[in-house]
C-alpha cells in the first residue's frame, strides 16, 4: 500500500497496527500505481497530494494515477506540479458542500496549463531540484539529529531522576530487576497493580449514529503522547456510553497505550479533562501511596522496558494483565513530589532549547 505526502510525495504506508494492513484479496477494488505514474489525491491537492512514484503498489480507489508523456521528464513533472504557484491553482478549483470535502474535479485537473521546455532543459531543471533538495535534507536531518539528541538527553535524565532520586550521594541497594538496576536504599519496590487501579476502555457500535457526535470526548491511542490531554478528536453520546465497555476516566488519570508497531506502543498522557478511551488505551487511577506525576514520569522512563515486555507476545501489544506487573521502585511521597518538581521545570528548559532548534530548522 503507498500513500501521498505533501511533504515527499509518494511512500509506503505506515501502519500503527498490524490488522489495518490490508491483504491481497483485499485489493480488487484498489488502485494499481505503476513506477513513473502521477499519482493524485484529489482531496489535498491544496496540501500538494501528489506527486510522482517510484514504487508499485496499491492506493485508495479515490486517488487517480496517470501515465505522463515520453515528451515530459517524469522527475520535472513531479516538482512542476507540486510547485508552489501550482498549488495555489488546485486550491482556487476545489469544489464540495463541506470544508473537509472539497477536490477537482477531473475535468478542471486536465484544464491546467502544463509549462513545457526543451527535454533537455526539464532534466537540467530536475537536476537542479534533485541537488538543492539534497543539500536541503541534509541540513534538516541534522537539525533532527540534534532535536533527537536533546530528546535522548530528557530520557536519560527522567530515567535517572525516578529510579536513582536526586541525592547522588544516597546509599544504594540492588533492586532485584535487571532493568532497574540499583534504586536508594530507602526506596521500595512493588507491581504498579498495587499502586493503582488498572482499566481498559471500549469503543462504541460505529455503525450506530445515535453513539457518536455527542458531548462526551472518546480518545483514542494517537491522542496519547506525552501530553496533557485537554481537547478530543471525537465524542460520544451518553446512549453510546452506556451500551458499551467505554468507561469515564477523571481528570488526572494517566492513559497508556497498549497497542501499536510503531512508537504509540507504551506511550503515555495525562487526562486534563474527563474522558472515555477505546479498548487499545489503559486507564491508570493512582492509589494513596503514589504521587499521581511521579508514576506518570516513571512510566516515561521505563517506556523501552515497556515496549519489550509487549515484544514477548505475539501480537506485540500489552494488556492490562502485562501492565499490571511491571515492577515500581518509589520513595515517600514527599520525594516523589520533589522529583516531579525537578523534573516540570527540567522538561521546560528542554522544551525551550527545542523550540529554538526548530525555529532554526524553519529558517
Not at 515530459?72 to 488546485?90: A, C, E, F, N, W
Not at 449514529?209 to 503522547?225: A, C, H
Request: aromatic share 10%.
Amino acid at each position: 500500500m503507498l500513500s501521498v505526502s505533501g511533504y515527499r510525495g509518494i511512500e509506503l504506508k505506515h501502519y500503527e497496527h498490524e490488522e489495518q494492513k490490508r491483504a491481497s484479496e483485499d485489493l480488487k477494488d484498489y488502485r494499481v500505481v505503476r513506477k513513473g505514474q502521477l499519482v493524485v489525491n484529489t482531496m489535498w491537492l491544496n496540501y500538494a497530494g501528489l506527486g510522482v512514484s517510484d514504487l508499485e503498489g496499491h492506493v485508495s480507489p479515490a486517488y487517480r494515477s496517470y501515465w505522463i508523456s515520453e515528451r515530459l521528464d517524469k522527475k520535472y513533472i513531479h516538482y512542476l506540479m507540486r510547485s508552489h504557484v501550482y498549488v495555489q491553482g488546485y486550491t482556487g478549483q476545489m469544489q464540495g458542500i463541506r470544508p473537509n470535502s472539497l477536490q477537482i474535479k477531473n475535468v478542471d485537473f486536465f484544464k491546467f496549463p502544463i509549462v513545457i521546455p526543451s527535454i533537455a532543459e526539464q532534466k537540467r531543471i530536475a537536476e537542479f531540484l534533485d541537488r538543492k533538495c539534497g543539500e536541503i535534507d541534509e541540513a534538516i536531518s541534522k537539525k533532527q539529529r540534534l532535536i533527537e539528541l536533546l530528546e535522548e538527553q530528557k530520557t536519560i535524565l527522567i530515567n535517572q531522576a525516578v529510579t536513582k532520586g536526586l541525592d547522588p550521594n544516597v546509599p544504594m541497594k540492588d533492586s532485584g530487576i535487571d532493568w532497574l538496576g540499583e534504586i536508594p536504599e530507602h526506596w521500595k519496590v512493588c507491581s504498579l497493580s498495587y499502586l493503582a487501579n488498572l482499566t481498559a476502555g471500549g469503543t462504541p457500535d460505529r455503525s450506530k449514529s445515535e453513539y457518536w457526535n455527542g458531548d462526551i470526548p472518546w480518545l483514542k491511542t494517537g491522542e496519547i503522547n506525552y501530553n496533557f490531554i485537554e481537547i478530543s478528536e471525537e465524542y460520544i453520546t451518553e446512549k453510546g456510553l452506556k451500551n458499551s465497555s467505554a468507561k469515564i476516566a477523571p481528570i488526572g488519570t494517566i492513559l497508556m497505550a497498549m497497542y501499536g508497531q510503531g512508537i504509540t506502543r507504551g506511550r503515555v498522557a495525562i487526562l486534563g479533562i474527563k474522558a472515555t478511551f477505546n479498548q487499545a488505551t489503559l486507564a491508570i487511577c493512582v492509589k494513596e501511596k503514589i504521587y499521581n506525576e511521579f508514576l506518570y514520569y516513571y512510566l516515561i522512563g521505563a517506556y523501552q522496558f515497556i515496549r519489550d515486555t509487549g515484544n514477548e507476545t505475539s501480537q506485540m501489544n500489552l494488556s492490562s494483565g502485562v501492565i499490571g506487573k511491571i515492577k515500581i521502585s518509589f520513595p515517600e511521597k514527599k520525594e516523589q513530589e520533589e522529583i516531579s518538581n525537578f523534573l516540570d521545570v527540567k522538561l521546560v528548559e528542554f522544551e525551550d532549547i527545542k523550540k529554538e532548534y526548530q525555529i532554526k530548522y524553519r529558517n
